[in-house]
């Protein structure tokens, strides 16, 4: 069978690492659902999850053409937090004030320049 990026189809579990798990697409073909695809946010153990023989649906993230390896996600066929319920925990961890950000970077970047400089002429 032809598989294409993008496609959802309905596949079996048939091994799970603590990486990711393994799926059965045909009786010829399996793919990779890494750990971070299963689902939204953190996944602590992936057997909580997945087990063997479970039937799910998943998507085609990617086809390596030469080794023809498969990556697949069960996550984005699954509904995630809505674009207000991610900024509101966004918020909590990204500060609004001057020391933070790139300005910083953009001011003190002159100096780090001339001194970087100065140093090599120095060698």
């Known amino acids: 069978m032809t598989y294409h990026i993008g496609d959802i189809i309905q596949g ?12 059965a697409l045909d009786s010829e073909t399996q793919g990779l ?16 999850i997945l087990h063997v023989g479970q039937q799910l649906q998943v998507q085609i993230l990617d086809i390596d053409e030469f080794t023809k390896k498969i990556s697949l996600s069960r996550r984005t ?10 900024y509101r925990r966004k918020y909590y961890w990204t500060s609004r004030d001057e020391h933070t950000g790139f300005k910083p970077i953009a001011e003190r970047l002159p100096l780090w320049i001339t001194t970087a400089l100065e140093e090599l002429v120095h060698e």
């Open 12 to 23: 079996t579990v048939t091994g799970i690492q603590p990486y990711g798990a393994f799926i």
């Open 33 to 48: 659902i890494h750990i971070s695809e299963c689902q939204h946010g953190y996944v602590k153990d992936i057997h909580q």
């Open 77 to 86: 066929l699954i509904a995630g937090p809505t674009q207000s319920e991610h």
